[in-house]
Each structure stands twice: as C-alpha cells, then as structure tokens.
C-alpha cells in the first residue's frame, strides 16, 4: 500500500504528484500491460538480448 504523508498547508496538487510518482515506480501498470498480451518465449529471449547489448554498449562508452 502506497502512503503519501501530507504536511499542515502543503498543496493537494504537490501530494498527488508524489503519489504517482510512488505508484510509477512500483510497476504495477507496466506489469499488468505486459501481462494482458501473451509474448513468445522466442521473442522475450530476443528482447533480452538486445536490452544486454545496449547495457554493454553503454558501459564501453563509459569506459
């Protein structure tokens, strides 16, 4: 459950914000998206891979 603390005279608008911003980083909408349509085993393997070769290639241009 997600908690939002409102501080005496803090706007609503400022408390609102900070809850989606809690609720985003949980991931639950990400996850229910990628849960309401199936994706092949081939094709998750695929995005792994290229999601691993961008993280390389990052970490060589820090380099």
């Known amino acids: 459950m997600i908690v939002?603390?409102?501080k005496e005279?803090?706007?609503i608008e400022r408390?609102?914000?900070k809850f989606k911003r809690?609720?985003?980083k949980t991931g639950v909408v990400k996850e229910l998206r990628k849960r309401q349509a199936y994706s092949k085993p081939s094709e998750v393997s695929r995005e792994r891979m290229i999601h691993a070769v961008y993280v390389q290639q990052l970490q060589q241009?820090?380099?």
């Open 4 to 6: 939002v603390p409102v």
């Open 22 to 24: 809690k609720f985003e």
């Open 15 to 17: 408390a609102l914000k």
């Open 61 to 63: 241009s820090e380099e």
């Open 9 to 11: 005279g803090e706007n």
